[in-house]
């Protein structure tokens, strides 16, 4: 059973654009959420990650929310740039000790055109 | 910054070979990992590590052998591969457990014909 969904599989914008991505789950307990971009062919590299119980965090153009009675998280992209083309995967870690699981999801493709 | 390598970055191999990929951390991280990545899929951990001589099992450990030689090194071994195991294969260390931030490979692409 999917624990992590993410939506949209996919999305098309224009540079320069802004975008939102969105990220829900059901994992419990819910300790923390990290967002990672994964180029194409290449590994993932977390953008930020997010622990409190409604959390925000910016990171440049990027910035993200988590509010863990909804179980929900956004990942915001502002003023889109062609580099920002990449899979975006919303991973959420059960626990924050070693016996954790982190619980991934299948990514939102982003495409950002001229 | 963590720097994770594996090798080699493709393979293609006929159904029934024999297949190592190859992972090193130079981190000095405790912790190792083996991931693979489908389509419509989130990664699905195989197997993982905390030390030398160490191994556990993961979510999707069947068909999978693991053997961690050393602190830098792990090895995912595909014995008798078949074409399921065609995937994106992925390596991860960290400092501390399976929470804890973890830092991937550039991925191995596999082909079972």
């Known amino acids: 059973k999917t624990q992590v969904e993410q939506s949209p599989q996919s999305l098309v914008v224009r540079q320069g654009e802004n975008c939102v991505l969105q990220?829900?789950?059901?994992?419990?307990?819910?300790?923390?959420l990290r967002w990672f971009k994964q180029d194409t062919g290449k590994g993932l590299v977390s953008l930020t990650v997010l622990v409190d119980q409604k959390d925000k965090t910016s990171n440049g153009r990027y910035s993200a929310t988590l509010d863990k009675d909804a179980k929900h998280s956004t990942l915001h992209i502002t003023a889109t740039l062609l580099d920002d083309t990449a899979t975006y995967i919303c991973?959420?870690?059960?626990?924050?000790?070693?016996?954790?699981?982190?619980?991934f999801g299948a990514g939102t493709q982003l495409i950002v055109i001229p | 910054e963590a720097a994770v390598t594996q090798s080699p970055r493709n393979k293609v191999t006929v159904t029934g070979g024999n297949v190592t990929l190859s992972c090193r951390q130079t981190?000095?991280?405790?912790?190792m990992y083996w991931y693979r990545q489908d389509t419509g899929h989130g990664l699905r951990l195989i197997h993982y590590?905390?030390?030398?001589?160490?191994?556990q099992i993961g979510d999707v450990p069947d068909g999978y052998k693991a053997t961690r030689t050393t602190q830098e090194d792990f090895f995912l071994l595909l014995e008798l591969a078949s074409p399921s195991q065609t995937s994106l294969y992925f390596c991860a260390s960290s400092e501390g457990g399976l929470s804890y931030e973890q830092y991937f490979g550039p991925g191995t692409r596999l082909t079972v014909l």
């Open positions: 981190n000095s991280h405790n912790y």
């Open positions: 991973v959420v870690g059960d626990r924050g000790s070693a016996l954790g699981r982190l619980h």
């Open positions: 990220c829900n789950y059901s994992v419990t307990p819910d300790n923390h």
């Open positions: 590590s905390y030390g030398a001589g160490n191994l």
